[in-house]
């Protein structure tokens, strides 16, 4: 697999330092809720988290460098988290504040519409855009400003990997920006598109032009 090339570093506006909030209060909080009132047993057998975490997690945690972009933290992706390489500047966002909880140390609460405001210009090797188009950025005007921004903070052929549902939206890659800013591409082996008999689920890979 091609390393990729790029020097680690904070994210523009991310949370930064070693808090007490962060070292102590955040990870016991996190701890409490995963073991005595959350449960992602569900999410774990859903076929697209299969898909995830049997083919591209596993694909992404061989890069030992690089930038990549995560975006909507949820308690069921906090164990995806641990994929990541330490020597993967992995930056995670979600436009709400509770969900620094299931954020990675370096976490910046801010809308994806809006990414381009708060990182560096071009930086970013890899964008996973799991469950955000249908769940929050719904409007076709909505994916237009997030192709944008995300244009915006991807190096020269980046990957966007957008995971969507086509019960909940239409086809997010027919958008005429879609096909302006980005290109459809496979990527590591994994095909230009997954889709599943039994889930609505559709995961694309574009790469940025
Ligand atoms: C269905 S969850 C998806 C979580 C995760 N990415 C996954 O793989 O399933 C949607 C998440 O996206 C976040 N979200 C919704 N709109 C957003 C926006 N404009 N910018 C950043 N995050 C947003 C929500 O707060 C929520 O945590």
Known sequence: MAQLITTPGPAVGSVSGQSLKKLLYLPIKRWLL??????STYFKKQPDRIW???????????????????????????????YFDKGVDLVTVDIDECNQLWGGKNHL???ILDIDKY???????????NGIFGHGVDTPE??????????????????????W????????????????LFVKTSFEGLPERTTFPDSTHVFDFLRAR
């Open 119 to 129: 990182v560096a210009p071009h930086s970013f090797d890899i964008v996973l855009l």
């Open 52 to 82: 995830l975490d049997q083919h591209l997690y596993p694909r992404l945690a061989k890069l030992k460098q690089g930038r990549i972009l995560f975006v909507g933290c949820a308690y069921y992706t906090w164990e995806s988290l641990k």
């Open 165 to 180: 549902n086509h019960d909940l939206i239409p086809d997010p890659t027919a958008l005429e920006i879609s096909q302006e």
């Open 109 to 111: 609460v801010a809308s």
């Open 142 to 163: 909505m994916q237009i400003q997030t192709y944008k921004a995300l244009h915006q903070v991807l190096k020269p052929s980046g990957l966007l990997q957008i995971g």
């Open 34 to 39: 995963l073991n005595f009132k959350l449960d």
